[in-house]
């Protein structure tokens, strides 16, 4: 089940747009994935962060919720001791995921919707940007899995 508030913020905010605001795709040093040897031994590690929210309005009457998630992932040798020499590549960007607001809502609701929804939008825009620019880049194929939603919604103590 999901709470009344976080149900609140679902019923009231409609996703208007999921951007790009930054990112970055780079390979460290001499590390050429196309040519690496090494390339089967590295593990991967992967980053996701709700990192803002802002309101802002559009005009006298409407709202606009934006949600900023950046998420990551770089390839990293396992053997080598010193962290920053393990980085091999990385692979990261920020969305703007930004939601039409139809009614005023609590902060918590916001914080709650933000934490718990916003990702979900913008997966699919990260799955096809990192899926592409691993393959420009030679880097080996990543293929994450798709995130659905349950569709718990909320009851009435009631019903």
């Known amino acids: 089940m999901i709470s009344a508030g976080l149900q609140k913020a679902i019923d009231h905010l409609t996703i208007h747009d999921v951007y790009v605001r930054d990112q970055v795709a780079s390979c460290m040093g001499e590390f050429d994935p196309k040519y690496a040897s090494e390339i089967e031994r590295l593990t991967i590690q992967q ?9 802002a309005a559009l005009d ?24 920053a020499l393990s980085v091999k590549a990385v692979i ?55 995130v659905q939603l349950a569709h718990n919604r909320h009851q009435p103590a009631d019903e």
């Open 47 to 55: 980053m996701h962060l709700v990192k803002q929210a802002t309101v």
């Open 60 to 83: 006298d009457e409407s709202q606009l919720l934006r949600v900023f998630v950046r998420l990551g992932v770089r390839w990293v040798d396992p053997e080598e001791e010193n962290e």
């Open 92 to 146: 990261e960007a920020e969305f703007i995921a930004e939601y039409q607001m139809t009614a005023t809502l609590e902060q918590a609701c916001i914080d709650e919707f933000c934490l718990k929804n916003a990702s979900y939008h913008v997966w699919p825009y990260w799955r096809e940007l990192l899926s592409n620019q691993c393959a420009r880049m030679h880097l080996p194929r990543l293929m994450l899995p798709a």
